[in-house]
Nanobody, 118 residues
């Protein structure tokens, strides 16, 4: 079994910054792509950013230039540095990882709330 645990969410004013962390543990042989997704109230979960094991990054247009995804392969960690936050960034942020163990499977974390408000 594999567990993903997010941390770092909270309340921040518009223009502020937050860094989210995702820690993977369990029966892991290799973690391929890791990513962050956001689900705002009443909306579907949407891609925010992904990063391959080799470090190739992909971003949603709405966060380009403001958010940065990174990872530490040795530690099984992924991060999302969020700058210049806007009220529309308010959502539950979920970590996702494609994990190679006995077979390939995608896993989700439980989510962490990010609220951008004055």
């Amino acid at each position: 079994q594999v567990q993903l645990v997010e941390s770092g969410g909270g309340l921040v004013q518009p223009g502020g910054s937050l860094t989210l962390s995702c820690s993977a543990s369990g029966n892991i042989r290799l973690i391929a792509t890791m990513g962050w997704y956001a689900q705002a109230p009443g909306k579907q979960r949407e891609l925010v950013a992904t990063i391959t094991r080799a470090g190739i990054e992909k971003y949603a247009e709405s966060v380009k230039g403001r958010f940065t995804i990174s990872r530490d392969n040795a530690k099984g960690m992924a991060y999302l540095q969020m700058n210049s936050l806007k009220p529309e960034d308010t959502a539950i942020y979920y970590c996702h990882a494609t994990v190679y163990a006995d077979y390939v499977q995608g896993y989700w974390g439980q989510g962490t709330q990010v609220t951008v408000s004055s």
